[in-house]
DNA sequence: TCCAATATTATGC
DNA sequence: GCATAATATTGGA
């Protein structure tokens, strides 16, 4: 929507499920992207990155390697979402009170921002938020317990799901 | 400013 | 179960 964040400095996060690739901003993590099978970091000089990124990349790695575990972080590092919108923000708020092994629906979640009939709307603002996993997008299914659908692939929304427990199978 | 697209949901067949 | 209409928000022409 608005001018990007000036200096972002990204740094990966190695994990048995891949490296992850952190973008930090000024304020905090503003963006973390799946693993992708080529390699696109690794340049990142370590000396030329603020100090504060550093303690903050050190609480990411941490819950990000706790929820890929399957238990919930201790504690997450600052988060900048000034990127998105007002509606998405608030989105991403109500996604963060979500508690660990618990799911909600579109509908739900619509109504809890004060916004019951935008169930629609909400799915693309979950579709837009730039840090999944440590903002559970993956805990919202369908009305009816359908998967919906996943930025990174519903390969991950399931795995994650599986390892917290909220996903059999065949659920009821 | 208008138009099309969307990680939905409720209804009808 | 599958097709259809209704709905809010977003991003681009």
Same mark, same amino acid.
């Given at each position: ?36 099978? +080529? /390699?696109t970091? &690794? ?5 030329? =990155? #603020?100090?504060? %990124?550093?303690?903050w990349?050190? $609480? ?11 238990h ?6 600052p ?6 919108t ?25 109504r ?7 169930v +629609? /709307?909400?799915? &693309?603002?979950?579709g837009?938020?730039? =840090? #999944?996993?440590? %903002?559970?997008?993956?805990?919202? $299914? ?6 919906g ?9 399931r ?5 917290e427990?909220?996903?059999?199978e065949?659920?009821?």
């Amino acid at each position: 929507m608005e001018k990007p964040t000036k200096c972002v400095h990204e740094q990966e996060i190695i994990t048995p499920d891949g490296n992850f690739l952190a973008r930090y901003s000024e304020k905090g993590l503003c963006e973390l992207a799946f693993p992708t099978a +080529r /390699a696109t970091a &690794g340049k990142a000089s370590p000396d030329a =990155i #603020p100090g504060c %990124v550093r303690s903050w990349h050190d $609480l990411t790695r941490k819950a990000l390697l706790a929820a890929l575990a399957g238990h919930a972080p201790e504690r997450l590092p600052p988060l900048d979402f000034a990127r998105g919108t007002v509606f998405q923000q608030s989105v991403w708020k109500a996604l963060g009170r979500i508690r660990h092994g618990r799911t909600t629906s579109y509908g739900e979640l619509a109504r809890e921002i004060g916004r019951p009939k935008a169930v +629609r /709307a909400l799915g &693309g603002a979950c579709g837009a938020n730039p =840090i #999944p996993v440590l %903002v559970p997008c993956h805990r919202v $299914l369908g009305a009816h317990n359908s998967l919906g659908g996943f930025s990174g692939g519903l390969d991950w929304k399931r795995k994650l799901l599986s390892r917290e427990g909220s996903w059999t199978e065949a659920h009821p």
